[in-house]
Every structure is written in C-alpha cells, then in structure tokens.
C-alpha cells in the first residue's frame, strides 16, 4: 500500500476528531529508530514502561524476551508490551559488508493508545484489548507481511510523516493480538498483572461511584502506601490518573451516543465537579468534551452526506 493511500485510510477514518489529535502534541507519544550499528553496540537486557514492536532486518544470533531465550535471524519481529525485561545477542560474524547488524523499533506509550481509541470510536474494544497483552508475540503470515512492510518504509520516511504507518500498525495490532504466537513471558510481569487485573476488575465494576486509594488498596490486600508504589510502578502512573482516565473513557462512550448532557454525564461515570471534570477530559484527550461531542456530531453528518451521495 503506497503512502498517499495509507494517508487517505487514516483521513477518511476520521476526519474531525483525528486531525484535533495529531494537533495536540501526539508525536511526544511514539518513536520510531531505524539504526545499522555493530553487534556490540546492541543496548543490553533492559525494560522501558511503553509498547515496543522491533523488527530485525539484518542480524541472527539469541534473544532474550522475559524469561526466554530462543535463536532468530533476519525477519524476526517481536511485540514487548511495558516491563518485560528482553534483548537482542547478535552473531558478530553474521554481518552486513561493513561488519554491521540492523533493525528498527517503534515504541509508543500507553497514551497513544488511548488517543487512538478516541480518535477510531469503533475500534475501542479492540484497543482495550489490546492494552491487556501481557506476553511478548510474533505474528504470522500476511499480518506479519503488513507489518514489516510498514516497518520498512518507515525507514525512509520523515519523522512527521511516520504518523500513517503508526496508525496503520495500531490497527494491525489491534485487529490480530489474538492471533499472536507467544515468544517470551515473564513471571514477574505475570504476578504482577494478576493483582493489576484484580484492580481493574473492581474499578471497572465502580468507577461510578466513590473509589478511595484505601478502598482499592484493601481490595487487593494492601495497604495504602505499598499499593500507591505498586501501582506506580506496575503502570507507570498513578491510581487516581488511571481511575481518571478510565472515567474519561466511559463518559468518550455516552457522548457518543449524545443522548445526555455533558453535565448528566460528568455525575454518571463518577467525577463530582463539572470544571474538574473538564480538565480531566481534556488531559486525556486532548480536548473539551464539548469539543469530543461536536466532532462526534460532525462525523456523523459527514458519514451521513457520504451515504447520500453513494
């Protein structure tokens, strides 16, 4: 698929609530390196708090991904979500003419996500998804096609204009993780999303009504300060910007329907104040919600006039 139609896709997608998005400092959320480098220069076992997708062009040897370590070679592609310790021992006789290795990686934080489920209201459920991977996976066949393909291009791009490809391989992800093969986990990491789990279950169960830190706290048999370094470091932010950006998702879905008032809908998924509700919305998303509601609307006229004409 050639750029400028990989650009119509992401405009046609959305027209009014994506080009608000990209506006609103989104480029700060993902990075993209494409480096040719020798062997030993290879970044050693580390983890990093966002979403990695790397891709090796040229090299073969032993990769670590959580607490495995199998072989790979040229082609080999692995999706790390946060906090899984992984890296690549490249063979330094299995070289380019310049005795160097290559490959390319794309890492975008959790917020991209969330950015790109307001800006794609239909997919929503499938980046939700998407969220919960807690193993390292590959992919197969004409997904793994796709995918390294945009990789590749990638390569040569601009960074102002990667945006298009990243959008195309979120949704990539986005429609396949379940296909994923599994490559590596870690039990740690496994330990660890089990109690986060256990946490997202009851908040989703009661954002709408009065959650403390010592409520949540209790409910995984913590107490307040362990759970408060806990969490942080389990998802790199707090509990309360998780619960507030959880509680900014639903009120996303009720505007949406455009049923309700913005007010009806600050009182519905939990916040107690309309202007800190506000602000709230607008950390999340990056605009008002009366600015989400409006665009909705427009969307919909859009799509509607389209309708018409075909």
Known sequence: MQKYELFAVYLHSNIITTTRYLLFNIMNLYKFDSVAISPSDVISLHKQDTWELTYVVHGRGTRTLGDETSEFSD????????????????????????????????????EFIDRCASAFPEITERLEQLKSVSSVITFSGKTLEEMTEMMLRMRTEKMSELLPYIFRII??????????????R???TDRTS?????????????YAS????????????????????????????????????LRVDRACSLLRDGKLSITDVCYMVGFNDVPY??????????????????GVITQRQVIKSRKKKD
């Open 186 to 188: 870690f039990a740690e």
């Open 194 to 206: 089990d109690r986060i789990n256990k946490v997202k279950e009851f908040s989703l169960e009661n």
């Open 210 to 245: 009065s959650i403390t830190i010592d409520m949540i706290a209790n409910h995984v048999g913590m107490n307040r300060s362990s759970f408060c370094t806990f969490f942080k470091k389990a998802t790199g932010q707090t509990y309360i910007t998780y619960l507030n950006k």
């Open 171 to 184: 949704l990539l992800l986005s429609k396949h993780e379940s296909d994923g093969i599994v490559i590596g």
């Open 277 to 294: 509700f506000n602000r709230c919305f607008k950390n999340n998303r990056g605009m008002s919600p009366k600015e989400y509601a409006d």
């Open 75 to 110: 082609g080999d592609l692995a999706f790390i979500p946060p906090h899984i310790p992984h890296c690549w021992t490249y063979d330094n006789h299995y070289t380019d003419e310049c005795g160097r290795i290559e490959y390319a990686t794309l890492s975008f934080k959790t």
